[in-house]
């Protein structure tokens, strides 16, 4: 699944935030922040990213293999076979999260 399909979906996402071009996080696990001023306070606001996802994991060569070594968006196919994930958009939710952030339809 694409970072941003999840983004849609998840009830962790907050995408009125000063971080992140809009792409924040109100899970408590989440490590990656920033202080930013809301309605005149200086709070902490979690960052969604691929890669630091509380929820799900960041795609690596062997995930995209097993759905669709097609369907990886935003990253190189060599560069993921060579173990560099960083431009990779996708991430794979475990099942066991899935009742937290998708509705049931698509479990």
Known sequence: MEINNL???C???ESKTGVNNGYGCKHPNQQESEETE???EIKECGKC???SCPLA???DYEDCK???SNSCTGC???DCENGEYESCELVV???SERGDIIPSNLN
């Open 7 to 9: 983004a849609h979906i």
């Open 11 to 13: 009830g962790y996402f």
């Open 38 to 40: 809301v309605d005149e």
């Open 49 to 51: 990213f691929a890669f």
């Open 57 to 59: 994991y960041q795609a």
């Open 66 to 68: 097993e759905i669709d």
């Open 76 to 78: 190189n196919k060599e």
């Open 93 to 95: 939710v475990e099942k």
